[in-house]
DNA sequence: ATATCACATGTGACTGATCACATGTCGAGG
DNA sequence: CCTCGACATGTGATCAGTCACATGTGATAT
């Protein structure tokens, strides 16, 4: 996985700019990671060269347009169908193996504070639901990360609540 | 977040060799992610170096035992205890953003393939559990690790399901 | 004796991610 | 007219992670 596969999926909804994709990244920050700026352009050029992409147009502010091409369609497929790395990076979680090692009080701090982060994607997923909700089929219905999301969002706060109130 | 932490959070349970660090990383590999082994060795030397490890002792067939130095307990509580990133980097959720690129017959068979996966990291979990529940305080009594992956794969789980039935 | 396997550590090359910095354009408002 | 902020793309250095490969030891069984 990285930020190809991303650059790639968003380029299969629509023809973006480096640019555009960027804000993509920013706007999808609770369930995609955030993309260093210069790398978003760096695979722009590389899906170019390697023919998954090409671009379709020059605007102002000298922005180029990228398109997928079939073969980037394909790539994209074949991708999203084969075997899954399941190895989780995330973390809080690494946080939480070795979370024994400090007293009963930093235990319930460090664990109020992922509370705080997870209860406001939480809100912030939800308000989204509602626009996704309103337009079933609207640009990117993308229900099953929408989903996905916040049952994981759900589960992480889940464990921070009852972390918070210091249950063993 | 990297190795880094990892190796550090392991030795500040108990002093190990590299190849030790490696069946560890091998064992809770449903809540840490695989480690490649030659970077386990790179790191250690690294550790050393700055301090927050030592090497107290060599072994047969060239092993070193490495331990964490006060230096080194002192840098996992202020990582432990610091702003965490909570950016996720996870193949399965970024798959799932773009699963609307795929026709309802693939999402399905995408979506067992996950769930087949989920089921049995919760097995190997449950089974897990029984031995921290006898062993309240064992050898690095991981009960946030383990309650958070928990948490984590039953919500991963509970979409894979509804996906793999064709909910929408 | 010696073959084999688990133990144990390492190097070199490369790729992808990250940091810091550099450059230029277009439109709006003073 | 000029400044400023949003738009827009890029380079170079560095670092962590990954891949492929290399090397050697000690115990055990045949």
């Known amino acids: 996985m990285s930020l190809?596969?991303?650059?790639?999926g968003i380029l299969a909804q629509k023809p973006v700019t480096g640019f555009e994709l960027l804000s993509e990244f920013d706007i999808s920050r609770s369930v995609i990671w955030p993309a260093p700026q210069n790398e978003v352009y760096r695979v722009l050029r590389v899906l170019k060269q390697e023919g998954l992409a090409r671009e379709v147009a020059r605007g102002a502010r000298g922005s180029r347009t990228y398109a997928i091409t079939d073969a980037g369609r394909e790539a994209l497929r074949a991708w999203l169908m084969a075997p899954?790395?399941?190895?989780?990076?995330?973390e809080p979680m690494l946080k939480a193996v070795f979370l024994s090692e400090v007293g009963g009080e930093d235990r319930?701090?460090?664990?109020?504070?992922d509370l705080a982060f997870f209860e406001?994607?939480?809100?912030?997923?939800k308000i989204?639901?509602?626009a996704v909700q309103r337009s079933p089929?609207?640009?990117g219905k993308r229900?099953?990360?929408w989903r996905m999301a916040?049952?994981?969002y759900q589960a992480m706060a889940e464990w921070a609540r009852a972390a918070a109130a210091g249950d063993r």
């Open 108 to 113: 319930r701090e460090r664990a109020k504070a």
């Open 150 to 152: 916040i049952s994981f």
């Open 120 to 125: 406001e994607q939480l809100a912030i997923l």
């Open 128 to 130: 989204r639901g509602e």
């Open 143 to 145: 229900v099953d990360a």
């Open 4 to 8: 190809r596969h991303a650059v790639l």
């Open 84 to 90: 899954s790395d399941y190895s989780l990076r995330y």
């Open 137 to 139: 089929d609207a640009p």
